[in-house]
């Protein structure tokens, strides 16, 4: 994944995968979470957690620039490119 990635974080019961891939490939990451990716084209879709949350990623929603979708926080602080602007968000390192 690289340093910068938006995602937006829905409970499990929010998402329903009606594809015609079906449910994502996943790729286990991390002691609580594993990678999704589409399962007929590798496309990065998002990270699957162990707790009932699921992570897309934004450049996976067709239309992207909906207000809800607008950033709440940023995390990994150390790792932010200079002319990325955060000013209004939330921030965890
Ligand atoms: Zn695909």
Redesign the pocket.
Known sequence: MPASFVWIELSKEQIEWTGP?GLPTVWRSSEYSSRAF?S????TIGAIDDKPTVAIALGTFDSPNRQGLAPQSHSYISKLPKWWRIDHLKTCD
């Open positions: 891939g589409c007929q084209c590798g496309s």
